[in-house]
């Protein structure tokens, strides 16, 4: 059975604008919520400045600075950090060998597909036991 992931169309929305306003490059940013036994339920997107030296078509980098300030807001605010999200520029949403090579367990990872105009296609990943990324089921309300 699929892991289920539901995000709020606030923050659905909130990511395909970041995704949109920074094409052609790849965007970045960490989402937060509650998670369960099989399900995450995705309440906040926090968009993050791509810190990748070079070309950011095809590639994002978190600062680690980032991350630890995103662990300190989820404790503080009693919130989960569930996961990143980045895009795709003209890409399938997919993980790529590299998104696989930077995945951690438990994180989820929302990848969208964009073009210059919209947004094509978004999905949701997960790595399983076998340190493989499993598609989960993405509902929004």
Known sequence: ??????????????????????????CVGFFYGQSSEGAKNVTEYSPLENSKEGDQRR???VNPLDYMKAERYALSNQVELLGVFHSHPLHPAIP??????????????????????????????QLNEENQFEEELLNSN
């Open 1 to 26: 059975m699929k892991k289920q992931i539901q995000v709020s169309e606030e923050v659905l929305a909130e990511m395909h604008r970041h995704a949109l306003a920074v094409f052609p490059n790849e």
């Open 59 to 61: 590639r994002f980098e």
């Open 96 to 125: 790529s060998e590299h998104d696989l090579k930077q995945a951690v367990p438990f994180f989820s990872y929302i990848i969208v597909s964009v073009n210059e105009n919209q947004v094509e296609n978004t999905a949701s990943w």
